[in-house]
């Protein structure tokens, strides 16, 4: 048997995160994926909207700079807008909030490529092989894993599931969720329109759904369409599927010119109520996953490692044991408030804007109005979004844990 300190099941980006988060500890870490590499860049073309506050997380570990040039995308200015017959509308501008920008966007393979780079010159031991089994002893997590050599075993004081949204390390602890399905797919694009508007980000709520357009840089955008109808939109060919696009976000673009791959994710909100057991912890996906509305979901799960990270780094000094109960218990009561009003902030979004009754619609459009003439509301809403609200762990502080 492998004997570690820590086992992170999952090298998403947030277990990848975390295992480079406590590499300057004088801890032992294994962490185990199927995969165990980031995917090629040409095949990956998924994009992400990091807040500022991941921007500076990634920054202390080392892998922002690490980013190809071409590879985060500033947003400067977020125009959002009700396209369901309504005439509310906002712009939030980053110089109104005296920020430099509101967000990035980032590619998920060239961020894994840096993660996994970074993970490369530490002590951390990275094992391609998939989490089986479970067997929780009094001072460690025995994991079998299986992999190409056949399974192998590995024990850690403690095991932390960072194996996204179907977790076998959730399943193998029986620890339970709650899940809602929206009965909606996300359908992901990038596209080329003909009038760009540099670092300008686009919330739409269509009929269709919510429908978001990320800068990617020179013409490119990233669509994010939130629909009934995704497999109808993915099957489309290209040229209706542009027109069909276009009509849905208007004109602010120009004309839409061609596409890249259509990807269709399905859209749901789980949450484990209380993400730890004796020896392990659920990080990420795997402890809560949501609608991608407003980009929150690795942001969130990046907060959960900073925080755990410090927890871990402070129970070391005091010499205390990690993988306790007390101490999980105590890493979940400071996370209990940010992950609640994350994920009801964007389950909120989702059903204010997915609603058609009249006078709701009024509503909301009455909300964007007053959120574009109320500087402290949207302040307050872009602190949010941001992933500053105070108190921040160490990363997000610029700090190492
Ligand atoms: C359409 C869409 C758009 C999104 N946009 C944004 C955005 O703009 N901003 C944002 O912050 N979030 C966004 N999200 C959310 C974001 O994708 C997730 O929150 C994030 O990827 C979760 O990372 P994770 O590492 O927890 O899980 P995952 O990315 O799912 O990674 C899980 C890892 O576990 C591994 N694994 C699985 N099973 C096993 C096993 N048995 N043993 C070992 N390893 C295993 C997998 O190989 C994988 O590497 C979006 C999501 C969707 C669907």
Redesign the pocket.
């Given at each position: 048997m492998e004997t570690y300190d820590i086992v992170i099941?999952?090298?998403?980006?947030?277990?990848t995160s975390l295992a480079l988060s406590l590499a300057h500890l004088p801890l032992t870490i294994c962490l185990?994926?199927?995969?165990a590499a980031p995917p090629p860049r040409h095949k990956d073309d998924r994009t992400?909207?990091l807040a500022q506050g991941s921007k500076r997380a990634l920054t202390s570990l080392g892998v922002w700079s690490r980013l190809p040039e071409n590879s985060f995308h500033p947003i400067n200015e977020i125009e959002v807008s009700d396209r369901t017959g309504g005439f509310g509308l906002t712009h939030i501008r980053a110089h109104e909030l005296g920020l430099d920008a509101l967000g990035f966007v980032t590619e998920n393979a060239a961020l894994l490529a840096a993660l996994y780079g970074a993970l490369k010159e530490t002590s951390v031991v990275i094992r391609a092989g998939?989490?089986a089994s479970l067997e929780v002893r009094a001072n460690a997590a025995v994991v079998t894993m299986s992999g190409t050599d056949g399974p192998t075993q590995l024990s850690g004081r403690l095991l932390v599931g960072?194996?996204?949204?179907d977790s076998?390390v959730r399943a193998a602890l029986a620890i339970p969720v709650t899940r809602h399905a929206y009965g909606r797919e996300?359908l992901?694009v990038n596209c080329q329109v003909t009038a760009p508007k540099p670092q300008t980000a686009f919330e739409r709520f269509t009929p269709e759904g919510p429908l978001a357009a990320l800068p990617l840089g020179d013409d490119r955008y990233t669509f994010?369409m939130s629909s009934t109808h995704a497999q109808d939109w993915q099957d489309l060919p290209e040229p209706q599927f542009l027109a069909r696009l276009e009509q849905a976000f208007g004109q602010r673009l120009g004309h839409f010119r061609a596409c890249g791959r259509r990807l269709r994710?399905p859209l749901i909100r789980q949450k484990a109520p209380h993400p730890a057991a004796v020896r392990a912890v659920l990080v990420?996906?795997?402890a809560h996953t949501l609608h991608?509305v407003a980009?929150?979901?690795?942001?969130l799960?990046l907060r959960d490692i900073a925080s755990l990270a410090d927890t871990i780094a402070e129970t070391c000094r005091r010499q205390e044991d990690f993988g306790s109960r007390t101490v999980l218990d105590r890493y979940l009561a400071g996370r209990a408030h940010d992950v609640a009003s994350t994920t009801e902030f964007t389950d909120g979004l989702v059903r204010i804007f997915s609603n058609k009754i009249g006078p709701l619609v009024v509503a909301r459009n009455l909300a964007l109005t007053l959120v574009d003439c109320l500087p402290s509301v949207k302040r307050a809403l872009a602190v949010r979004t941001m992933g500053l609200k105070a108190p921040l762990p160490s990363l997000l502080r610029g700090l190492r844990p």
């Open positions: 099941c999952g090298g998403g980006l947030v277990g185990i994926d199927p995969v992400f909207t998939r989490f960072a194996d996204g949204t076998a996300a992901v994010v994710f990420g996906n795997a991608p980009g929150q979901g690795f942001n799960g």
